[in-house]
């Protein structure tokens, strides 16, 4: 438990301290990205197939699969602002690599669990896996050209994208042969493998730390930094929104292509896979061309055109009528969406003063998850109406962040 307990102040360097080259932490962060979006997309993509081998009744599939895609956030919301202080105060580094290693444990647990109730308790230790991409963002703007920064936010931002592009195709492919079970152990050993990566490539860095802060004076502090500065909270407002509108949807896009879904039964999870693979891949190209054209003609023009795409997209989820109707619109929506984050990310480091640039973008990522947390438990009460409910709020709620974006350019 944080406390309020002054702590030592540690030395403004250390002789092992070394100076880590910007191009290898884009390669390793993106790496890690990668490792851990496509393990969560297993769980996210599976999860409905996974519930029903473990006993789940069917009517109670939708309302498990909002609830556990939000079991993370209980423990994760309260302990996310902390993160990023503790990053600052002690060690970026042992911020990062913590969560590889706690991923390892948490898909060791859900690939042995006997119900429901211990996969729950193994998504409760997802808690303790958020905050390492702000951080990371942070460490990677700091060490970036200035010139190269929308760029590198951009390729750091995509290896989320192409986690969710190689992982769901695979994954349903591993599904099919030897079982959800050992998708998601195979998705352990990968985690535990990207901490070792994680821990030899990066280096701990000298920084000069202001004297005898406390923790909850340096969280005081950064929050601060960004409730004094209009435009960081306004951007904070419109991220939140155009996250919420895809946290809504997300869980119950696997539950409404099984409905769709007429071919074989045991070739279903190949089907969701190669869905989701489609969009993942067409994330993965655009989000770093998105990256490149907002350094081009500028990010308040790019950013409403995409967020008025994706409202279009998911409404077109909410209304389809045939598995390749919904195939379609999820693909478009996937061609938008990696826009989206790292084109806000990038407004948030070039709009903030350098002294407060890592501070706010260590919770670059704070309106993302809360809307993980909301979002899910959401669209469990909107698909208890009609499974399609969740989509038509999405694309509401998207049109609302397109408003706030032209208001702000």
């Known amino acids: 438990m944080p406390t309020d307990a002054a702590i030592p102040t540690p030395t403004a360097t250390t002789p092992r301290s070394r100076r880590n080259d910007w191009r290898m932490l884009l390669f390793v962060f993106t790496l890690a990205g990668v490792v851990e979006s496509q393990a969560f997309g297993h769980l996210n993509a599976f999860r409905p197939l996974y519930l029903q081998q473990l006993g789940v009744a069917a009517s109670q599939i939708p309302t498990w699969t909002g609830i556990l895609a939000a079991t993370g956030f209980v423990i994760g919301l309260p302990l996310l602002p902390f993160w990023g202080v503790w990053a600052d105060r ?19 647990v859900a690939a042995f669990a006997p119900n429901v109730w211990v996969l729950a308790g193994a998504q409760l230790l997802g808690g303790f896996v958020f905050g ?26 995509a290896g989320f994208p192409i986690g969710s592009s190689v992982g769901p195709y695979l994954g349903g492919l591993v599904a099919q042969t030897l079982g959800i079970r050992a998708l998601l152990f195979g998705d352990a050993l990968l985690s535990a493998l990207m901490g070792v990566i994680l821990t030899l490539a990066v280096h701990q860095e000298a920084r000069r730390l202001v004297g005898d802060l406390r923790v909850l004076a340096l969280l005081r502090a950064s929050l601060g930094d960004i409730v004094s500065s209009p435009i960081v909270v306004r951007l904070f407002a419109l991220y939140f929104l155009a996250m919420m509108s895809t946290s809504i949807i997300q869980p119950f896009i696997p539950i409404l292509l099984q409905q769709l879904y007429r071919g074989p039964k045991g070739q279903l999870p190949g089907m969701i896979g190669a869905t989701l693979t489609a969009a993942g891949i067409a994330m993965a190209i655009t989000t770093p061309l998105w990256g490149r054209l907002g350094d081009g003609i500028g990010r308040w023009r790019v950013l409403p055109l995409c967020l008025l795409a994706m409202a279009l997209g998911l409404a077109a989820e909410g209304l389809s009528s045939t598995l390749g109707m919904l195939q379609g619109s999820i693909f478009a929506v996937g061609l938008f969406q990696g826009a989206i984050g790292a084109t806000v990310v990038a407004l948030l480091a070039i709009l903030t003063p350098e002294s407060r640039r890592a501070s706010i973008l260590n919770y670059s990522l704070l309106p993302a998850q809360c809307s993980f947390f909301l979002g899910p438990i959401t669209g469990a009460g909107l698909a208890v109406v009609s499974l399609r409910a969740p989509f038509l709020g999405a694309a509401a709620l998207e049109v609302a962040a397109c408003a706030l974006a032209v208001l702000l350019a």
Do not use: Q
């Not at 002690?90 to 060791?108: D, N, W």
């Open 132 to 157: 390492n991409t702000g951080v990371m963002l942070a460490m990677l703007a700091d060490a970036a050209p200035r010139k190269r920064l929308g760029l590198a936010v951009g390729i750091a931002s």
């Open 90 to 108: 002690y060690s970026r580094k042992l911020i990062i690599v913590r969560s590889a290693y706690i991923e390892g444990i948490l898909f060791t």
